[in-house]
């Protein structure tokens, strides 16, 4: 790490900052009433339509910028998860558009990758984590709403998804950052949540 690096690691400080940001997000209610199996499934299907557009705008920045120093070491297709949304949506027969905090948010995306490329790190940092961590119980609460399993909550290509966390956070850890580059991921990750707490209570409210 260089001498203007900040003094905790990365991975610490995207978790313990974010916290609030993170808490907003857990608690928005459509996700409350999918752990309780009450949500309805036309909620839950706008859910992933509206995930759909900002994975897209993400993986599509991640391809663009698979030879960033930065961005480079989290060019991780087995972790895309647009293809597999695609596949869900089709699979549940939904065209609807999506909602408009997803389309907002791929818009964001697409504005850093041409701004501030590294950025994306925060964005895949916070769904991907989130994907291979709770999202695993969503996965199953999910199933029992829509009647199928769900492609998006499914890793094929992952053995051991507690083995991928630790490696993406010492994908992390390892890059070496100035402390405004690290201050700006950290906020640019609370972003993130945000962003998605937006598109999950538009699901909610229909």
């Not at 993170?22 to 949500?39: K, Q, Y």
């Amino acid at each position: 790490m260089s001498e203007n690096s900040a003094p905790s690691a990365l991975s610490i400080r995207l978790r313990e900052e974010t916290t609030d940001a993170h808490t907003r997000a857990e608690r928005a209610p459509l996700f409350a009433a999918i752990f309780r199996e009450t949500c309805p499934a036309p909620a839950m299907v706008s859910l992933l339509r509206g995930l759909q557009p900002a994975y897209k705008a993400m993986e599509a920045a991640l391809e663009g910028h698979s030879e960033h120093p930065l961005v480079g070491a989290f060019h991780r297709p087995e972790l895309y998860r647009s293809a597999a949304l695609k596949a869900d949506l089709a699979d549940l027969k939904d065209t609807s558009e999506p909602v408009p905090g997803g389309v907002t948010y791929a818009k964001h995306i697409q504005e850093i990758s041409e701004r501030e490329p590294f950025l994306l790190i925060a964005h895949a940092y916070t769904r991907y984590l989130g994907d291979l961590s709770g999202g695993q119980m969503l996965g199953k609460k999910a199933h029992a709403i829509v009647g199928q399993d769900l492609a998006f909550y499914a890793f094929p290509d992952i053995k051991n998804p507690g083995a991928a966390k630790t490696a993406f956070r010492k994908r992390l850890d390892d890059m070496d950052l100035t402390s405004e580059q690290a201050n700006a991921l950290v906020a640019e990750a609370s972003v993130a949540f945000d962003f998605n707490t937006a598109i999950a209570s538009e699901a909610w409210a229909g």
